[in-house]
C-alpha cells in the first residue's frame, strides 16, 4: 500500500466509480481497476461493492477513507511546505461571513493585495455553518466564523468584537410593543446563519416564539425589508447604521451578554501555514493582539 494506491482509492470513493476516477486522474479504466483489485488483495479485504451504476464502499472501504484522505491532504501539505521559501504567493482562499466581509475586510484585504501583489487572494462568503465545514473540509485555508466554534480538528483566534442590535423599522419603539402586536416576522439568511440563531433566541426569551421567517440572501435585501417595516433582524450595530437604510432603521440596544459576539479567523490544527496566510493573519489582527503575540 503506498500513496499513489490510496489517492486512486479515494478518486473512487468520492466519485463513485471507477471510470469517473480514471477520467479525474488522467488515466484509462483498466488501470484503476487493476490498482483497486491489488489493494483489495493487499488488505485481504473488499473495498468497494460493484453495481450496475458504480461502486460503493464496503465497511472496511469506510475505515480506510479517512486515512486515505489524510494521506492525500499531507502530500499536499508537504508540497506546499517545500516549494514556500516564506515569500507570500500563490493561491490563498479564505471564507468570512457576509457581515464580517461587509464591516470589516475591505480596507484590509485592498491593502494586503497592494503589500503582497504575488499571493492570488480568493474570498468566499458564507453561513458560519458552511464555512466550518468547508475549513474542516481542506477548502478553505481559514474564515471569519461567529464565535465560539467547538470543532476539535480547528483552532481559532478572536479577532474582531462586534455589538449586535436589533433593528426594526423606524416607527417601532420598543421591541416588547412589537412582540405584543402579533404576527412576528424575522428576516435573516439561510439557515445555519449564525445570527439568525441568536436572534430566534433572543425573542424565545422574550416569550416570542414561532415566529415566522423571511429568508433573504444578502445582508442589503435584509436591510431594505426591515426599513420598509417587514420584520425584525438582528446584526452587527455599525453595519446597520453605516447602510444607506439607517435613517429609516430604529435599533434596539441589547444587554451586553446578548450583545456583544466575536469573530473569530478558524484553521485546521493539522494544516500547514503558508507564508501567504501568515502574512495575511499578521496584517488583519488588530494591534492589541499583534502586541499580546509578541509577549
Not at 10 to 38: D, I, K
Not at 51 to 65: D, E, I, K, M, W
Amino acid at each position: 500500500m503506498d500513496a499513489a494506491d490510496l489517492r486512486i482509492f479515494e478518486a473512487v470513493a468520492r466519485l463513485g466509480g471507477m471510470n469517473r476516477a480514471a477520467a479525474e486522474l488522467n488515466t484509462v479504466q483498466s488501470n484503476v481497476t487493476a490498482r483497486v483489485r491489488l489493494l483489495e488483495d493487499e488488505l485481504g479485504t473488499p473495498l468497494f461493492h460493484r453495481h450496475s451504476r458504480g461502486v460503493a464502499l464496503t465497511p472496511a472501504g469506510q475505515r480506510l477513507l479517512p486515512y486515505a484522505e489524510r494521506v492525500a491532504q499531507l502530500l499536499v501539505d508537504a508540497r506546499r511546505a517545500t516549494v514556500d521559501d516564506g515569500t507570500p504567493r500563490g493561491p490563498l482562499v479564505i471564507g468570512a461571513l457576509e457581515t464580517t466581509a461587509a464591516l470589516r475586510l475591505s480596507p484590509l484585504l485592498s491593502s494586503y493585495v497592494a503589500a503582497w501583489p504575488e499571493v492570488d487572494l480568493a474570498l468566499r462568503t458564507g453561513t458560519t455553518c458552511e464555512l466550518v465545514e468547508q475549513v474542516a473540509a481542506h477548502q478553505l485555508e481559514g474564515a471569519f466564523v461567529c464565535g465560539p466554534v467547538d470543532h476539535p480538528e480547528l483552532a481559532g483566534e478572536a479577532l474582531f468584537r462586534e455589538e449586535l442590535v436589533l433593528a426594526t423599522a423606524r416607527g417601532v419603539r420598543t421591541l416588547d410593543a412589537l412582540i405584543g402586536e402579533g404576527d412576528l416576522k424575522i428576516v435573516v439568511l439561510r439557515a445555519g446563519c449564525s445570527y439568525r440563531q441568536r436572534l430566534e433566541d433572543i425573542l424565545a426569551r422574550r416569550g416570542a416564539v414561532g415566529a415566522r421567517l423571511l429568508e433573504f440572501g444578502t445582508i442589503e435585501a435584509i436591510l431594505g425589508c426591515v426599513a420598509a417595516g417587514l420584520g425584525v433582524t438582528l446584526l452587527p450595530r455599525a453595519l446597520v447604521a453605516g447602510s444607506r437604510h439607517g435613517e429609516r432603521i430604529a435599533l434596539h440596544a441589547l444587554p451586553v451578554h446578548e450583545a456583544h459576539v466575536e469573530t473569530l479567523f478558524i484553521r485546521r490544527r493539522d494544516n500547514h501555514v503558508s507564508s501567504a496566510l501568515r502574512a495575511f493573519l499578521d496584517h488583519v489582527r488588530p494591534p492589541l493582539l499583534h502586541a499580546q503575540a509578541a509577549e
